[in-house]
């Protein structure tokens, strides 16, 4: 398919496990952007990159939480030592070009993470 | 923290009825747009409305926008069972940082058969 792909769609973890969150954006889009959405929230930045370049990270709750996108292609969110305040829905976007404020952003399906 | 405020948090109407929908902010902004989201799916983009702008239709959609009053609202016409979904404005700030899209907690609308 042409959209964003973010796997897996479902994680449960035990608290305190690590978790890796993927992200494949729209082939050849530039931008990508990582939100949390929690239940009955709409959701919330956490980071941005333009290309491989994270350029915006002040929207991640803590530093067990850490992105990246080496390639400039497919983005990890990856969440350490994992609690229960983390279950959340992580969504990933992604934009052609670099982010201006006037971009329709095409969101993934998100991954709906459960801590136990 | 959440940027825009929805009201009402959740909406039941039937089909063939119009929906409406606000959207309050809080700080001055570029645009505003509205996104939908279905039931255990990502969000999709529906309309992109500018600071300069006071009105706007896509389709069966209408939004307006009151910059003095930080204020907008989505009218959807001739509802229809497929429009259930939540519906969320979402804001990017006027000034640096434009990219970065801030949210409302969403409004919830049922459109019964």
């Known amino acids: 398919g042409a959209g964003v792909s973010q796997s897996p769609r479902y994680k449960v973890a035990k608290r305190g496990q690590d978790v890796a969150l993927r992200c494949d954006p729209i082939s050849g889009h530039v931008s990508l952007f990582w939100y949390q959405q929690a239940l009955g929230q709409g959701p919330e930045f956490l980071t941005y990159?333009?290309?491989?370049?994270?350029?915006?990270k002040s929207g991640l709750p803590s530093d067990r939480f850490f992105a990246e996108r080496p390639e400039g292609s497919v983005s990890t969110l990856k969440i350490q030592r994992t609690q229960q305040e983390d279950s959340a829905v992580y969504l990933c976007?992604?934009?052609?070009?670099?982010?201006?404020?006037?971009?329709?952003?095409?969101f993934g399906p998100g991954t709906r993470l459960t801590v136990l | 923290s959440q940027q825009g405020e929805e009201d009402p948090q959740a909406l039941s109407i039937q089909e063939g009825e119009n929906a409406t929908m606000n959207c309050s902010y809080k700080?001055?902004?570029?645009?505003l747009q509205w996104y939908r989201q279905n039931s255990g799916r990502g969000l999709v983009h529906l309309i992109l409305i500018r600071s300069n702008e006071r009105e706007k239709h896509s389709g069966r959609l209408r939004v307006t926008l009151d910059t003095s009053k930080k204020s907008s609202s989505l009218l959807i016409t001739a509802s229809r069972a497929a429009d259930t979904a939540s519906y969320f404005c979402a804001t990017d700030p006027s000034g640096g940082s434009n990219y970065k899209l801030t949210f409302g907690k969403g409004t919830l609308l049922t459109v019964n058969p």
């Open positions: 990159f333009q290309n491989e370049a994270q350029l915006d």
């Open positions: 976007a992604s934009i052609p070009g670099r982010a201006g404020g006037t971009d329709t952003q095409y």
């Open positions: 700080t001055s902004i570029n645009n």
